[in-house]
C-alpha cells in the first residue's frame, strides 16, 4: 500500500515515469503500463492519443519482458493467419458445393424435359386395328361398347360383322370417304382384302 501511495503523489506531482503505472499487481510480480499507441494513432489530428495497457513482468529484465512480448505478438499473428487461411479454405469449399449443387439442378432440369403427350383418337378406348390397305376395323370390349359402336359409330357405307353367338364383340370395318368437287361427302366401297381380314 506504500508503494500504491507513493505512485499517486508521484503521478499528481507531474512524473512521466508514474504517469504510466495504470495498476500495481505486486500478488503476481508485475505491473500494468498504460503506454501510447503511437503504432495507430500519431497525435497529428490534435486528439489525445490512445493508450494501450501492457503488463510488466517484475521479475524479468527487459530484454525478458521485449522477449514475452515478441512471443505474444508472434502467436497472435500465427492464430491470425491461420484464421484467414481456415476462412479462405471454407469459403471456397463453400463456392465448390454451391456451384456443385447448381449444376446439378441443371441437370435435373435439363433431364426433366416434358414430353408431348400424343393426343388419344376416338377408336383407341375400343378393340381396333388397321387393315393391309388402310382401313379401320374397331371392336367392342363389352355389351356397353358393343351398343355404343352401334348408335354411335355406325354410319352408311360401313360394314357391321358380328358372330352368333352369346357375348360375341360387335365389329365395324370403317368405310373410306373422300370430298367431291362439289363438297358433299362420297363413300367408297370396302374392298374385299378388308373385309377378309375384319371378318
Do not use: C
Not at 6 to 15: A, S, T, Y
Amino acid at each position: 500500500e506504500a508503494l500504491e501511495s507513493l505512485v499517486e503523489v508521484e503521478q499528481r506531482n507531474g512524473n512521466p515515469i508514474a504517469m504510466l503505472v495504470k495498476k500495481l499487481d505486486l500478488g503476481n510480480d508485475a505491473v500494468v503500463l498504460a503506454l501510447p499507441d503511437i503504432m495507430n494513432h500519431d497525435g497529428s489530428d490534435g486528439e489525445a492519443i490512445p493508450t494501450v495497457d501492457i503488463t510488466i513482468s517484475l521479475k524479468d529484465s527487459a530484454f525478458g519482458n521485449a522477449r514475452n512480448m515478441f512471443e505474444k505478438y508472434r502467436s497472435a499473428k500465427e492464430k491470425s493467419q491461420k484464421t484467414i487461411e481456415a476462412s479462405t479454405k471454407a469459403l471456397k469449399a463453400a463456392e465448390a458445393t454451391a456451384q456443385r449443387q447448381l449444376e446439378e439442378a441443371q441437370k435435373r432440369k435439363a433431364m426433366t424435359t416434358v414430353t408431348p403427350q400424343r393426343e388419344q383418337h376416338w377408336f383407341e378406348k375400343f378393340n381396333y386395328m388397321i387393315t393391309s390397305d388402310n382401313y379401320l376395323v374397331v371392336g367392342g370390349k363389352d355389351a356397353q361398347q358393343n351398343e355404343q359402336l352401334v348408335k354411335r359409330y355406325l354410319r352408311p357405307g360401313d360394314a357391321y360383322l358380328h358372330a352368333d353367338v352369346h357375348g360375341a364383340a360387335s365389329v365395324i370395318l370403317r368405310a373410306k370417304r373422300r370430298r367431291t368437287p362439289s363438297g358433299k361427302t362420297e363413300v367408297l366401297p370396302l374392298s374385299d382384302q378388308a373385309l377378309l381380314e375384319a371378318g
